[in-house]
């Protein structure tokens, strides 16, 4: 079946460094692909998203580049403060399940960033 | 917009009662809502999907007659935990989506129920 896989933190980094969380995935057909974070306290909100491949998803500094060739959905960002702070979850969707599509998950990468 | 609600955050009850979590979509009407379960340093594990007016579709391994799901309105979710048991103490969290034909889901705060 379709799985996620997601490097295990946690990461703990200086503000200013760059980031990289590394996301690979199986699948039959052609997923969407989604990066979610967590912050303390808070619910899961989607990061960013891309739908086909080549697509590259950005939002808040962050961005991931749809790779079938790899497949693979890396997070990326050049400089980190310490409000990113949180757990980065990697998924992809379901594409065989119609009306019921789920998502598939990572099991989440920890990011610490210290001022 | 999308903003998902989760009542109680916080729930510690004695083991064999039971408890009910509420999952609320706030300013979207939601045909399908997920249930997931999320244990400490793992990711997110679905328990049921749950489309309105219909039955709750579980995953596999997961006891329908302790986590009894039901959907009656396109706002509203429950998830009643029964007769729970120290094992069953974790964070839930609901999500939901609008429409069929999107795959983005909004997701609530989570509850974090301990089971003594």
């Known amino acids: 079946g379709d799985s996620v896989t997601q490097m295990e933190g946690p990461v703990t980094l200086s503000e200013e460094a760059c980031l990289t969380i590394?996301?690979?995935?199986?699948?039959?057909?052609?997923?969407?692909l989604f990066w979610y974070v967590q912050y303390p306290g808070e619910g899961l909100q989607l990061l960013l998203k891309a739908t086909k491949a080549d697509d590259k998803g950005s939002n808040k500094g962050f961005e991931a580049t749809y790779r079938k060739e790899t497949t693979s959905f890396h997070l990326e960002k050049g400089s980190v403060q310490v409000s990113d702070s949180a757990v980065y979850f990697c998924a992809l969707s379901d594409q065989h399940a119609g009306n019921n599509r789920k998502l598939i998950w990572g099991l989440g990468t920890s990011l610490a960033v210290n001022p | 917009g999308a903003v998902v609600s989760q009542h109680p955050s916080r729930v510690i009850c004695k083991s064999g009662t039971s408890v009910k979590i509420e999952c609320r979509s706030l300013d979207f009407q939601a045909t399908t809502m997920f249930w997931y379960r999320q244990f400490p340093k793992k990711s997110l594990m679905l328990m049921a999907t749950s489309n309105e007016g219909s039955k709750a579709t579980y995953e596999q391994g997961v006891e329908k007659d302790k986590f009894l799901i039901n959907h009656a309105s396109l706002t509203l979710s429950t998830l009643t935990v029964t007769s729970a048991h120290p094992e069953d103490s974790s964070f839930y969290i609901c999500s939901a989506r609008r429409g069929t034909g999107t795959y983005e889901q909004y997701f609530g705060p989570g509850t974090r129920l301990t089971v003594t």
């Open positions: 590394n996301c690979t995935y199986t699948a039959t057909g052609y997923p969407s």
